[in-house]
């Protein structure tokens, strides 16, 4: 049996508990009201009993029977009361009449007793003998009774008619209990079961769902708990996704330094064995150095002894030497050496550098090749033709350099991965010298960039902290 939802636990436990608290207040409110006719109408009895003692005082001193019957019959004509018998102070029935009622009977009696008084008339004076004997002049003599019997069977039909109205009210306040309940907690359950929903799909995969807010202020927070808790699991997530991708990075690497060991002896010594047999072939046979057999072979061992060196570079460990260097003048000189290097081609760089020193605390020989690196690829990346932009700026202590090109620009699928080793989009390249680059800026504390300039061509940006020994102290 399928276990009942809170809705249901909740408006079940709503509705047992008004019931049965309404069918305490009916039982209650018909006892109370029950004893309360009760006494009222025995109250009645009681003052009926001594309007009608106080009446026959004087038919019962004289044994007036005759008047007794007419009192006896006036009060026996009351819905309620059954019997009337008025007896004298020694027992004697003087009045006895009755009438058949339905239900339970009880009996009220009242004292008849002869009162006098200072002022009294002659006939109730010490010396008048009555059926009682002399009459003292003093107090109050009891010279009989009155007996009434009445029936409750009225009140007991009320009461019952009581009961079943105020049965009916119960039963009505407790379905109007239970639908504004029903109300009231809809909103609430709807919210909690809907965050159920939200957390069943995002338990299925679906990371970036949220809960939506509630309609009432502790769902709303609640909602809003939930959702700071998937973001703090998303930055978790992300964040050992990273981690996990650099321990896969530096195990990569780690294993490329213990093969680089073997690239240098099996690869390097022997490719260097080619280039020398080739030049002493050339030399023998007296072969042209424009030979076109010749310059395949040349092209293809510088190809094959560039790619083995820029591994063996990035598969070493980088270890900064670090000293003072003026960063802007640094730069200046690696745009010098490129200018020369490109002499003959239809490329043109251009620098905006300030002329005022920046002075640094870093490797300069590691920074050289990182920054050269990234200027090398903005010139392959213009075909050796058109314009490089490269400006230097100071701000915060952040030396920035820019390099911009006019190439085709970076698809934006491949942003994140141009920086990894071996990534390239060239048919000669590496994909080793962004990789360099982003690894010795990184072990000098800093971050480089690469996005699409909007007039076309990619921008890359190096932001290096500038740390000097006073800084430290």
């Given at each position: 049996m399928k276990n009942p939802g809170i809705h249901i636990r909740l408006l079940g436990a709503a509705f047992l508990f008004i019931i049965i608290a309404t069918f305490i207040l009916n039982v209650a409110g018909v006892y109370v009201t029950r004893q309360f006719m009760h006494k009222r109408f025995k109250d009645r009895i009681v003052f009926l009993a001594k309007y009608l003692a106080s009446n026959s005082e004087v038919g019962v001193l004289i044994r007036?029977?005759?008047?007794?019957?007419?009192?006896?019959?006036?009060?026996?004509?009351?819905?309620?009361?059954?019997?009337?018998?008025?007896?004298?102070?020694?027992?004697?029935?003087?009045?006895?009449?009755?009438?058949?009622?339905?239900?339970?009977?009880?009996?009220?009696?009242?004292?008849?007793?002869?009162?006098?008084?200072r002022d009294e008339n002659l006939l109730f004076r010490s010396d008048i003998k009555t059926p009682f004997g002399n009459i003292k002049a003093k107090g109050e003599d009891y010279i009989?009774?009155?007996?009434?019997?009445?029936?409750?069977?009225?009140?007991?039909?009320?009461m019952k008619?009581?009961?079943?109205?105020?049965?009916?009210?119960?039963?009505?306040?407790?379905?109007?209990?239970?639908?504004?309940?029903?109300?009231?907690?809809?909103?609430?359950?709807?919210?909690?079961?809907?965050?159920?929903?939200?957390?069943?799909?995002?338990?299925?995969?679906?990371?970036?769902?949220?809960?939506?807010?509630?309609?009432?202020?502790?769902t709303r927070?609640?909602?809003?708990?939930?959702?700071?808790?998937?973001?703090?699991?998303e930055a978790s997530r992300k964040a050992f996704e990273r981690v996990n991708q650099e321990m896969i990075q530096q195990k990569a690497l780690a294993e490329m330094g213990r093969f680089s060991l073997m690239i240098a002896h099996e690869v390097k010594n022997p490719l260097s064995i080619i280039n020398s047999?080739?030049?002493?072939?050339?030399?023998?046979?007296?072969?042209?150095?424009?030979?076109?057999?010749?310059?395949?072979?040349?092209?293809?061992?510088?190809r094959l002894n560039r790619l083995i060196e820029d591994f063996l570079m990035f598969a070493r460990p980088v270890k900064p030497t670090i000293r003072s260097v003026d960063l802007n003048g640094m730069l200046r000189d690696i745009i010098e050496r490129f200018e020369i290097q490109q002499q003959g081609?239809?490329?043109?760089?251009?620098?905006?550098?300030?002329?005022?020193?920046?002075?640094?605390?870093?490797?300069?020989?590691?920074?050289?090749?990182?920054?050269?690196?990234?200027?090398?690829?903005?010139?392959?990346?213009?075909?050796?033709?058109?314009?490089?932009?490269?400006?230097?700026?100071?701000?915060?202590d952040i030396w920035t350099v820019e390099v911009n090109d006019q190439g085709e620009g970076i698809?934006?699928?491949?942003?994140?991965?141009?920086?990894?080793?071996?990534?390239?989009t060239r048919s000669k390249g590496t994909g080793l010298g962004l990789a360099f680059a982003s690894q010795v800026i990184k072990s000098h504390g800093g971050i480089v960039t690469?996005?699409?300039?909007?007039?076309?061509?990619?921008?890359?940006?190096?932001?290096?902290p500038i740390k000097t020994r006073e800084h430290n102290v």
């Open positions: 007036d029977r005759s008047g007794l019957n007419i009192l006896a019959l006036n009060l026996l004509g009351e819905e309620d009361v059954t019997r009337v018998t008025i007896m004298d102070n020694i027992g004697n029935i003087l009045v006895d009449h009755n009438r058949k009622v339905r239900g339970p009977l009880s009996v009220v009696e009242a004292p008849v007793v002869f009162k006098k008084n009989g009774k009155v007996r009434i019997t009445f029936s409750t069977h009225g009140i007991d039909v009320l008619e009581i009961a079943w109205q105020f049965s009916f009210l119960c039963v009505c306040f407790a379905i109007l209990a239970g639908l504004v309940f029903y109300l009231i907690s809809r909103p609430i359950v709807r919210d909690v079961s809907q965050l159920a929903i939200t957390a069943r799909q995002v338990g299925r995969g679906d990371l970036e769902l949220r809960a939506r807010s509630g309609n009432l202020p502790e927070a609640l909602s809003l708990a939930f959702n700071a808790m998937l973001d703090s699991l047999s080739l030049d002493v072939l050339i030399k023998e046979l007296s072969l042209s150095s424009n030979n076109t057999m010749v310059v395949y072979i040349k092209d293809e061992i510088k081609l239809a490329i043109d760089i251009e620098s905006g550098i300030p002329s005022a020193p920046c002075n640094a605390d870093v490797d300069k020989d590691l920074l050289t090749r990182g920054l050269s690196n990234i200027i090398k690829n903005a010139c392959e990346s213009n075909n050796e033709k058109g314009r490089i932009r490269i400006d230097a700026s100071v701000q915060d698809d934006p699928k491949n942003t994140s991965k141009i920086f990894e080793p071996f990534f390239t690469a996005e699409n300039r909007e007039q076309g061509g990619a921008l890359f940006r190096v932001e290096l």
